[in-house]
Nanobody
Framework: QVQLVESGGGLVQAGGSLKLSCAAS????????MGWFRQAPGKEREFVAS????????YYTDSVKGRFTISRDLAKNTVYLQMNSLRPEDTAVYYCAETSPRWTGQPINVKDQGKYGYWGQGAQVTVSS
């Protein structure tokens, strides 16, 4: 059973930085795409960023481009989200997710939450103004 465990959330002032980590374990297949999503109070969960495990190719939603960086450590089976220049509107619970093995190697829309079969428990990020 795949487990994704996030860490690194917290409270930060606007303009500050935080780095989230997501450690994966129990994987019995080759990882394809890992993503970060977030859900603000009263809003739907939305895509933030993704990384293709083998190539390192990344994709970001427009609102975080130039401020957030997604990366991965193959040896540690860990994906990171470095968040700089944080804004109050970035306040949300951030979730790490991994695509289901059935999609491995297939072209997918990385923003489609339905392609992700494994989810972490979430990490709260609060940005004060």
């Amino acid at each position: 059973q795949v487990q994704l465990v996030e860490s690194g959330g917290g409270l930060v002032q606007a303009g500050g930085s935080l780095k989230l980590s997501c450690a994966a374990s129990g994987r019995t297949f080759e990882s394809y795409v890992m993503g970060w999503f977030r859900q603000a109070p009263g809003k739907e969960r939305e895509f933030v960023a993704s990384i293709t495990w083998s190539s390192g190719s990344t994709y970001y939603t427009d609102s975080v481009k130039g401020r957030f960086t997604i990366s991965r450590d193959l040896a540690k089976n860990t994906v990171y989200l470095q968040m700089n220049s944080l804004r109050p509107e970035d306040t949300a619970v951030y979730y790490c997710a991994e695509t289901s093995p059935r999609w491995t190697g297939q072209p997918i829309n990385v923003k489609d939450q339905g392609k992700y079969g494994y989810w972490g428990q979430g990490a709260q990020v609060t940005v004060s103004s």
